[in-house]
């Protein structure tokens, strides 16, 4: 059963980090009643929660800011229907973003919570620890 879980969040992760992914294909990997929670950090400073349709929306904003991201899982850890990710997330800039110019690699650790119900991604809750931001 727990390698269903993490074969879950595995294929959601490898659609979120292709920026060239089929976007149906996020349909198909999240719930309909989804949630989305992410947790003060350098991009959202006050933090926020979604439902699927705006993480969608953000998903989209993300492909158009970043012409390429990486996610480098380095380990998970399974509970019931929950799975812990730990993994480094790597994002180049498409164009200027506030002071950063176009070409800036931003990094960030991660630990993700996930919830998989039916198959499918039901909540994510990250805590993204980003790295200094080169000068």
């Given at each position: 059963?727990?390698?269903?879980?993490?074969?879950?969040?595995?294929?959601?992760?490898?659609?979120?980090?292709?920026i060239?992914?089929?976007?149906a294909?996020?349909?198909?990997l999240?719930?309909?009643?989804?949630?989305?929670?992410?947790?003060?950090?350098?991009?959202?400073?006050?933090?926020q929660?979604?439902?699927?349709d705006?993480?969608?929306?953000?998903?989209?904003?993300?492909?158009?800011?970043?012409?390429?991201?990486?996610?480098?899982?380095?380990?998970?850890?399974?509970?019931?229907?929950?799975v812990?990710?730990?993994?480094?997330w790597?994002?180049?800039?498409?164009r200027?973003?506030?002071?950063?110019?176009?070409?800036?690699?931003?990094?960030?650790?991660?630990?993700?919570?996930?919830?998989?119900?039916?198959?499918?991604?039901a909540?994510?809750?990250?805590?993204?620890?980003?790295?200094?931001?080169?000068?």
């Open positions: 059963m727990s390698e269903h879980l993490t074969a879950t969040v595995e294929r959601y992760l490898a659609l979120i980090a292709d060239d992914a089929d976007p294909e996020f349909e198909r999240v719930h309909p009643d989804a949630r989305f929670v992410e947790r003060p950090c350098l991009v959202s400073p006050r933090g929660e979604r439902d699927r705006a993480a969608r929306a953000g998903l989209a904003h993300g492909r158009d800011l970043l012409s390429a991201q990486h996610i480098e899982v380095r380990d998970h850890t399974v509970a019931g229907d929950r812990v990710t730990r993994a480094v790597t994002g180049t800039l498409a200027d973003a506030g002071p950063l110019p176009a070409g800036t690699e931003l990094r960030a650790d991660c630990s993700m919570f996930f919830t998989v119900r039916d198959g499918r991604i909540r994510r809750e990250n805590f993204d620890c980003y790295h200094p931001v080169p000068a």
